[in-house]
Structures are given as C-alpha cells and as structure tokens.
C-alpha cells in the first residue's frame, strides 16, 4: 500500500520532531481564534461591525462551508505527510469547532445542537479527507483527479446555477475558489486548464444528482 500511495505523492523532506509538533500548536491556536472569531461576528450587531464587515457580509461568509474546506485543503497539501496531514487538519476542526460552540454556550448564552452536530460529524471526518487530499499535491494521474473533485466541490460551494441562471454566493466565496485553484494548479497551463474544465464537468453532474448546496 506505501508503495502505492508513495507514486502518488512521496515525503520529500524530513523535518524534526519538534518543528512538527510547535505546527500541530500552532494550528490548533488557530483554529481556536478563527472559532472564536467567527462566533464573536455571528453574536455581534452588523451595524456595530466595521463597513467593510458589514459590506462583505463576514459573519455569513464565516458561518457557510467553503471557507473552512480552503483553510482545511491549505492545512493538508502542505502538511510533511498524509498521516500529518490528517492530524493537523483534525486538530484544526477540533480547535475551531470547540471554541465556537463554547462560546457560543457559554458568552451568547445559547447552544445550536442540530448545527453543531453536523459540525462534530465533518470534524469526525476530516482525517480522512485530509488524508485522500494530501495526495492532490501529487504529480500522478490519481492527484490530477482528486484535484479535479475537490475544486469540483468547491465549484458547487461557490456558484449557484441552473439551466438559466448563474450566480455566486458572494465575491468572498470567488475568491476562495480562486485560492483552492492555487493551490492545486499543475505544472503547464493547459493541465491547469484542463483540470478547471474537468471540475466543472463533474460539477454539473454533482448538481444533478445532489441538486443542492451547502453554502
């Protein structure tokens, strides 16, 4: 099985122990400040907000998938591995999560269950994904093609479309689709635009068959 996965993607550089877990720290400390951000703007008045936070509509922006799924596909792609990948993304979803429902219990005085439990579930998740999304970054035929879902995903938590209408949820969310193209482009041109065709291929047929969204 290594050897399979390694011709996906391999370990190219080793780094100590120590730079590994002062990462881990790291990302747990940010994911606890985004949590606590993202619930502090949810709680808080639009019209006391700054314009710019109001304008963009940030709270909501916060509150919707595909910002978390961005933040997640960075964590992972540029973990050492796709064991530290899984970890990392885990313990991110763990610290944002837990302080946002934290606070929200025990600063706003209220407790969303249905919500948060849909939350703990993607959280329960999220190893694996990051583990599957790891090896996106690859060169292989296989990486090419777990890039194509995933930007096909982010594509559908992006715009909104049908037979004869087209739009997006907000330029906030065009411009994470544009960060998770980034993030996965190929090494030419025409593979990068191969793989954005591709994706919205798949897009559309995800659409037909889960013709909702989750933004």
Known sequence: MNKFLNKIRSIENEIPITRKIINTILILCFGIVLGTFAKFLDTTASNTLPFIFEYLDISNFLGRFAIWLLIALYIAIYSHSSIRASLNVLVFFIGMVSSYYLYSYFVAGFFPKNYAMIW?????????????????????????????????????????????????YS??????????????????????????????VIAVILNMLVPFHFG
């Open 120 to 168: 703990l579930g993607f959280t329960a998740i999220s190893p694996l994904l990051a583990f599957v999304c790891w090896y996106a970054k690859g060169k292989s035929k296989i990486s090419f093609i777990l890039s194509v879902i995933i930007i096909a995903i982010l594509f559908n938590f992006t715009f909104i479309y049908g037979w004869i209408y087209f739009d997006v």
């Open 171 to 200: 330029i906030l969310e065009v411009i994470v689709f544009g960060c998770a193209l980034i993030a996965l482009k190929r090494n030419t041109f025409r593979e990068t635009t191969y793989m954005i065709l591709s994706a919205v």
